[in-house]
């Protein structure tokens, strides 16, 4: 049988944009191997059964990254479609409160400003991510 779009898997994702208190955003670049491997993205994974997209977030950025952050307001929902699969990435602002950030699950962190991001190659959903932060700070 053919992957027609409606056989593809959903993958509901909490996504953070962590703030420092030099206005710049922690990204994540991803393993050579695997899906949208090399990319950089922003942090967050899963939203398992029972749990908020809140309580994921805080969840994978211990996870991912042994720091605790503030999750704050929502920046925006986007779906995408994926050659195998689709997507729901619910992103929030977040606020770095402790801990020196460790890439546990990804090969390489760095804070970056706004107006950096368009340096960095990102999956074809994080554009209007992007969009939205250049909005956001303006
Ligand atoms: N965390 C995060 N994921 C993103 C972004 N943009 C984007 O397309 N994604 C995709 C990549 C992954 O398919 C998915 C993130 O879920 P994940 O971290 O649990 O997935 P993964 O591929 O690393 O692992 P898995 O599905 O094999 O378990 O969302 C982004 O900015 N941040
Ligand atoms: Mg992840």
Redesign the pocket.
């Known amino acids: 049988m053919s992957q027609d779009r409606v056989s593809l898997p959903h ?1 509901i ?1 909490g ?1 953070a944009v962590i703030w420092n208190d030099r206005a710049q955003i922690l990204i994540d670049k ?1 393993r050579q191997n ?3 491997g090399g990319l950089w ?6 939203i398992e059964p029972g749990e908020t997209v809140e309580e994921c977030i805080a969840r994978e950025i211990e996870e991912e990254l042994a720091i605790e952050v503030i999750v704050g307001d929502r920046l925006i929902t986007i779906n ?1 479609t ?1 050659p195998r ?1 689709h ?1 729901t ?1 619910i992103v929030h602002h977040c606020h770095h409160l402790k801990g020196e950030p460790q890439p546990i699950e990804s090969s390489e962190l760095r804070w970056v400003k706004v107006l950096d991001l368009e340096k960095y190659a ?5 554009s209007q ?1 992007i969009a939205a932060l250049q909005q956001f700070i303006n």
Do not use: Q, S, T, W
């Not at 993205?41 to 899963?46: M, R």
């Not at 990102?122 to 994080?126: G, H, K, L, S, V």
């Open positions: 993958k994702i996504v991803r695997g899906d949208l993205e922003f942090p967050g994974g899963k995408h994926y699969f997507i990435l990102f999956p074809a959903a994080n991510i």
